[in-house]
């Protein structure tokens, strides 16, 4: 399985940008798909996910109204578009999916539509840094 995260950059504070992960090695369609991010000297926050066929989504209060997260299931595709973005936004975000593993990076549980869901990081995050 691999997880490849990009989009990730320098960003003025009320700027956009829009993360993108490309999967492989899964049955795309099958599992649902999130973001996690750290910064440095905090602690790891789950910030959305979205289940398998897309119609459940969660978001952390932190982002709800200025993240949106999307999958399309025929490129093996998830996007996170961050809109609004603040400096305490700044962190690496890592693109994960609950994908049963025993070898990845565990980085947390989200409970989606009622049920807890253990997401796992399968690759390199990619940086955000909101700063003017």
């Known amino acids: 399985v691999q997880l490849q995260a990009s989009g990730g950059g320098l960003v003025q504070p009320g700027g956009s940008l829009k993360l993108s992960c490309a999967a492989s090695?899964?049955?795309?369609?099958?599992?649902?798909m999130g973001w996690f991010r750290q910064a440095p000297g905090k602690e790891r926050e789950a910030v959305s996910c979205?289940?398998?066929?897309?119609?459940?989504?969660y978001y952390a209060d932190s982002v709800k109204g200025r993240f949106t997260i999307s999958r399309d299931n025929a490129k093996n595709m998830v996007y996170l578009q961050m809109d609004s973005l603040k400096p305490e936004d700044t962190a690496v975000y890592y693109c994960?999916?609950?994908?049963?593993?025993?070898?990845?990076?565990?980085?947390?549980?989200?409970?989606?539509?009622?049920?807890?869901?253990?997401?796992?990081?399968w690759g390199q995050g990619t940086q955000v840094t909101v700063s003017s």
């Open positions: 994960v999916t609950d994908y049963p593993t025993s070898s990845a990076r565990i980085m947390g549980v989200i409970e989606l539509d009622g049920n807890p869901v253990l997401f796992a990081s």
């Open positions: 090695g899964l049955s795309f369609n099958y599992y649902a």
């Open positions: 979205i289940s398998a066929s897309g119609s459940s989504q």
